[in-house]
């Protein structure tokens, strides 16, 4: 007979092949966006495929918030809090100084998700603040400054690899040159720091003429330090990373 | 009250909260989800600059669910590995000891492997539909999460199951007794 535990371990494996199969799991953003229904079929086709195959993210994405109970108090004693208010002081008071430096991203992110889990309607960040593709014209072409592919698997921590991003205006104009096959029509931008955790991501993106995207990022976007632009090829459900720009905010 | 003031109060208020959500709900250890939480409140504390409203559970709730999930999904980034080029994508661990599928002798594990092809077999004859509500109630998904996070109704999940069900028990026969569905699931189309 089989048994239940024969049933998950077939459950497993069948879970591990999927996400093989299917690449990485989607973006917050692509998860939201698939939540509040803005994917074209396709791309909520594929998010949604990845989301059953990665489970712990599904579970953020849908679990309700638990009631609270007594038992959440002695989750952390009256001491741990203390220490651990003590200790989030010191990293506001030592990482973050001046209020407000933090990108706006997180209150657009967190405005847009308040209306879907809380049905709060908020006012979300304008996308002044978030970093966006423009066209690329000849005339604007000059403004862009060309990111320079990393090599390997070294997170700009190399420091000559990763290109020292210059402002204008108040923002980094950078130009993103596509890369790999020519027959290659969808793209997405991503942008990530030196945790790989992501800050941003793009839309699916059609090739431009130019071979080039054009990215608007504000500098209040992000602190000094070391970041990467990624660049995936899109190809229905199939994403590949094509390559990787180490970028530095002095 | 300073912003300081306020933030602590919303801070002591709601610490012990998030830290059950990331250990009830998103099965957090204990002391990876007090470490986010505090990742969560420093996000928050820089947010609430520009916040002017009133309803900070929902805004901090809303906060804490997307550094749950970013640091989830870098753990996984991490252990796939990356760079320039195609990602080698690595099995994240699943959310459940694996089976014992060792068996005594040479004869019980054919037997085995023999069952768990037959599974297979039986589950990749299901609809795409079918083998995604099913993979979602195998890791313990409510009717409600899998009708939310497949974007159909939870009459239409219920179907779903009944109608797998139907089709593992065709192609397994008692096998399938050991497989744990639902009792509430609507009665078999005739």
Known sequence: MITKADWQAVHDEIMAEER????????????????????????AERVRA???????LARIISEPF?????????????????????????????????????????????????????????????????????????????DFQTLEIGGGTTRGGAGSEATTLEAKDGKYHLGVQIVGS???QEFRLEIVDASDQQLWSSAVLRRPPTDMFALVVPCTFLKSGHYEVVLHGVEGANRERLAVYPVRVP | MTNRDRYKALYEKYFRKVVAMYVRAFRLSEEDAKD?????????????????GDAEWAFLETIARNV???????????????????????????????????????????TARFLKKRVREAIAELTPGQQQCVNLWADEFE???????????????????????????????????GLS????????EQ
């Open chain 1, 50 to 56: 990845l989301l059953v195959s990665y489970p712990e």
């Open chain 2, 181 to 188: 569905w639902p009792d509430d699931l609507p009665e078999e």
């Open chain 1, 182 to 184: 020519l027959e290659r």
């Open chain 2, 68 to 110: 749950a999930y970013n640091n989830i999904r870098s753990r996984g980034a991490a252990r796939r590995g990356g760079g320039a080029h195609h990602v080698a994508i690595e099995d994240i661990p699943p959310t459940r000891e694996p089976a014992a599928a060792s068996a005594p002798d040479y004869a019980d594990r054919e």
């Open chain 1, 66 to 142: 638990p009631e609270e109970t007594e038992e959440d108090r002695e989750l952390v004693s009256d001491a741990e809090l203390a220490e651990r208010w003590a200790a989030l002081e010191k990293r506001i008071d030592g990482d973050h100084g001046q209020a407000g430096r933090f990108p706006r991203l997180w209150f657009g992110l967190a405005a847009a998700l308040a209306i879907v889990f809380s049905g709060v309607v908020w006012q979300s960040g304008s996308q002044s603040h978030r970093p966006h593709v423009v066209a690329l014209t000849s005339e604007s072409a000059e």
């Open chain 2, 143 to 177: 009717y409600k999460q899998i009708a939310s996070i497949l974007g159909i109704t939870v009459d239409a999940v219920k179907s779903r199951l009944r109608d797998a069900k139907k089709h593992l028990r065709k192609r397994l026969g008692e096998d399938v007794a």
């Open chain 2, 36 to 52: 986010l939480a505090q990742d969560a409140f420093l996000r928050f504390f820089e947010a609430l600059e520009d916040y002017r």
């Open chain 1, 20 to 43: 093989r199969k299917l690449g990485e799991p989607p973006t917050f953003e692509e998860a939201l966006a698939y939540t509040r229904g803005e994917l074209s079929e396709e791309e």
